[in-house]
């Protein structure tokens, strides 16, 4: 007698600021990762309408995020930015898919909690008890933030060496975490500076190249306190009282990519 073929499940899955930096490196490790997907919608603002794009091995273009386009689809992706993600999630919702959001725009949203898939599989190898889980109704997560679950896994994995009694982090922030932007700023600056000529301050309000930043100018939109509270929020939301919450730090490096770390423990003997 012949089995019937199991079929694998597949995944219709939109990707909100697909034209961002996030949005792209998301749409590669999707690929890469070989995410059962049956369809790619790429989502994004009307300065990126109509940009030929390639899913796979298919060329496809970049659509309005309209509700009609988070119709059917099981995951939306919100990589755009905090304001972008705040006008759409809602109809994306409301189509019946599951949003997962990497501005952290619904940070604070009732009944949205922050994940580390990471995180949670960590613990549960240690503990060997299941982590805490959402319950059916739950339809949204914010994605934790990087630096929260290098901290998290770093932390959990370090408390083997022996008991923690102090511990500090440094963080250096690269400017492609405020997108393309704020990587054209530091290009131009350093361009500027070797030319002698005035530097472009419109993102960061302040001297990036060659420079390590605290805070940024009066004019400018982003705070680094802000971003260094998220962090410290998000670390205790993954990891709870599994670990100590360390002394942060966050600085913005004159670097375009991948955040770097300075960190100090101290131990009981």
Do not use: C
Not at 69 to 94: I, P, Y
């Amino acid at each position: 007698m012949n089995r019937p073929a199991i079929v694998p499940h597949v995944f219709r899955v939109a990707i909100v600021g697909a034209a961002t930096l996030k949005g792209r490196e998301l749409k590669e490790v999707l690929d890469e990762k070989n995410f059962p997907v049956a369809d790619v919608k790429l989502l994004d603002d009307d300065e990126s309408l109509g940009q030929l794009d390639q899913v796979g091995d298919e060329a496809t273009f970049i659509q309005p995020a309209d509700p009609e386009h988070f119709r059917n689809v099981d995951f939306a992706f919100f990589a755009s930015d905090a304001a972008f993600t705040g006008r759409h999630w809602q109809s994306a919702l409301q189509a019946g898919a599951t949003v997962l959001d990497l501005s952290y725009a619904l940070d604070g949203e009732r009944n949205v909690s922050v994940r580390s898939p990471w995180i949670e599989k960590e613990l549960e190898r240690e503990s060997g008890q299941e982590p805490g889980h959402e319950d059916l109704t739950t339809t949204a997560v914010v994605i934790a933030h990087p630096v929260a679950t290098v901290l998290a896994l770093l932390l959990l994995r370090a408390r083997n060496a022996g008991i923690i009694r102090t511990i500090a982090a440094t963080i250096f922030e690269p400017v492609s975490e405020q997108g393309k932007r704020g990587m054209d700023e530091l290009h131009q600056q350093t361009v500027n500076l070797l030319s002698f000529t005035t530097l472009p301050r419109e993102v960061f309000d302040e001297q990036v190249a060659f420079n390590m930043l605290g805070r940024f100018g009066e004019s400018s939109s982003i705070s680094l306190k802000k971003i260094e509270n998220r962090i410290a929020a998000h670390l205790e939301a993954i990891a709870g009282k599994s670990v100590l919450v360390p002394s942060l730090m966050l600085v913005q490096a004159p670097t375009f990519h991948a955040h770097t770390f300075s960190v100090y423990n101290a131990r009981l003997r």
